[in-house]
T-cell receptor, first 116, second 117 residues
Framework: EAGVAQSPRYKIIEKRQSVAFWCNPI?????LYWYQQILGQGPKLLIQ????????DSQLPKDRFSAERLKGVDSTLKIQPAKLEDSAVYLC??????????????FGPGTRLTVL | AQKVTQAQTEISVVEKEDVTLDCVYE???????LFWYKQPPSGELVFLIR??????QNEISGRYSWNFQKSTSSFNFTITASQVVDSAVYFC??????????????FGSGTRLSIRP
């Protein structure tokens, strides 16, 4: 079974530029998550999708961050415009069962973003 | 409010030593779940264990064991006879047992474990 795929693995941009990350979850997984992991900290949930609907985006800075999950499969996370404090690893995860945070989440390798 | 504290920022031991990673949590829920994840240098978080609040039995999986004590709100992780491949950052996490729009997974800040040959 293929794991969660993410691209790019690394991205360096100047502040105020835009950037987009892509995630392909494990086939058949209903729930998809985006996390932000700042260096030295644990992951923080940004947004959770159940199929193609948003379940929780309460910690997503909506003035600059946006995310979508097309057809309930792939997802993109966009930052526009980026700030220095957005430098972090962005992790995508998926889980099989819809609507259960207790279900095991499988994580991708992450995208390391550096904002200069 | 929910909170997970991993007071040990970094631990370094010599190979074959036993090592325990501490995790203390706070929650007002009676039903909740606790997790441990491993993050090797490659960056992916690897699921290790999930334990619900009603199951206080200790669990052993090979060289790994977990000690869950509700009385002290702790869910500690022990690696016996550590190996260099165990070197990673380990995260403890907590979530509510019942789904609601307010449910979130809360991760601790992680413990970086280095195993020296």
């Amino acid at each position: 079974e293929a794991g969660v795929a993410q691209s790019p693995r690394y991205k360096i941009i100047e502040k105020r530029q835009s950037v987009a990350f892509w995630c392909n979850p494990i086939s058949g997984h209903a729930t998809l998550y985006w996390y932000q992991q700042i260096l030295g900290q644990g992951p923080k949930l940004l947004i959770q999708f159940q199929n193609n609907g948003v379940v929780d985006d309460s910690q997503l800075p909506k003035d600059r961050f946006s995310a979508e999950r097309l057809k309930g499969v792939d997802s993109t996370l966009k930052i526009q415009p980026a700030k220095l404090e957005d430098s972090a690893v962005y992790l995508c995860a998926s889980s099989r069962v819809a609507g259960r945070l207790t279900d095991t989440q499988y994580f991708g390798p992450g995208t390391r973003l550096t904002v200069l | 409010a929910q909170k997970v504290t991993q007071a040990q920022t970094e631990i370094s031991v010599v190979e074959k030593e036993d090592v325990t990673l501490d995790c203390v949590y706070e929650t007002r829920d009676t039903t909740y779940y606790l997790f441990w994840y491993k993050q090797p240098p490659s960056g992916e978080l690897v699921f290790l264990i999930r334990r619900n609040s009603f199951d206080e039995q200790n669990e052993i999986s090979g060289r790994y064991s977990w000690n869950f004590q509700k009385s002290t709100s702790s869910f500690n992780f022990t690696i016996t006879a550590s190996q260099v491949v165990d070197s990673a950052v380990y995260f403890c996490a907590l979530t509510r047992g019942s789904y609601s729009s307010a449910s979130k997974i809360i991760f601790g800040s992680g413990t970086r474990l280095s195993i020296r040959p």
